[in-house]
């Protein structure tokens, strides 16, 4: 499979896990927010969470659909670091729940909801793997077409 391909199918993973749980989470707020105020982490910051973290989701989202579409070139870079930043974070936040609090409900969205501790570390552990994985192929394809460039 070429890089381009990986990375077209990366991008769609994304589109799809970030789209369904911002609008999500955005459709639910008070039960986004709730599940957030359960947190010992997140609680003190809970209002500001449940309106950004949403609303970047949607953007990533975005910004990795639009290039399907029109000529947007910095839009995927920018949607693939921002959503690989955006999965390494909720890894390290579950990572922090299993080890010191249990038994608190998450904040995710939709069908992801019904993962427990476990099942989120590995579903986000992938896709952050993911994600790193798109970023170095797109930086490949970056650096093959400076050299092909270099040597016309």
Same mark, same amino acid.
């Given at each position: 499979?070429?890089? %381009?391909?990986?990375? #077209?199918?990366?991008?769609?993973?994304?589109?799809?896990? &970030?789209?369904?749980?911002?609008?999500?989470?955005?459709?639910?707020?008070?039960?986004?927010?709730?599940?957030?105020? #359960? @947190?010992? +982490?997140?609680?003190?910051?809970?209002?500001?969470?449940?309106?950004?973290?949403? @609303?970047?989701?949607?953007?990533?989202?975005? @910004?990795?659909?639009?290039? &399907?579409?029109?000529?947007?070139?910095?839009?995927?870079?920018? *949607?693939?670091?921002?959503?690989?930043?955006?999965?390494? +974070?909720?890894?390290?936040?579950? @990572?922090?729940?299993?080890?010191?609090? =249990?038994?608190?409900?998450?904040?995710?969205? *939709?069908?992801?909801?019904?993962?427990?501790? =476990?099942? =989120?570390?590995?579903?986000?552990?992938?896709?952050?793997?993911? *994600?790193?994985?798109?970023?170095?192929? #797109?930086?490949? #394809?970056?650096? %093959?077409?400076?050299?092909?460039?270099?040597?016309?």
């Amino acid at each position: 499979m070429r890089k %381009s391909k990986i990375i #077209d199918v990366i991008s769609y993973l994304y589109i799809a896990l &970030f789209l369904y749980t911002g609008l999500y989470k955005l459709s639910g707020q008070e039960i986004f927010r709730s599940a957030l105020n #359960d @947190s010992p +982490l997140l609680k003190r910051y809970s209002a500001a969470i449940a309106i950004v973290v949403p @609303s970047v989701e949607v953007l990533i989202a975005l @910004s990795l659909l639009l290039p &399907f579409f029109t000529y947007a070139p910095g839009a995927r870079k920018w *949607g693939l670091r921002t959503g690989t930043g955006l999965m390494a +974070l909720f890894t390290l936040y579950v @990572s922090y729940m299993l080890k010191f609090s =249990h038994g608190l409900p998450c904040s995710c969205g *939709g069908i992801i909801q019904k993962m427990n501790w =476990h099942q =989120h570390l590995y579903f986000n552990t992938l896709f952050t793997f993911l *994600g790193l994985l798109a970023i170095w192929l #797109d930086n490949q #394809d970056l650096k %093959s077409e400076r050299t092909e460039s270099a040597l016309v």
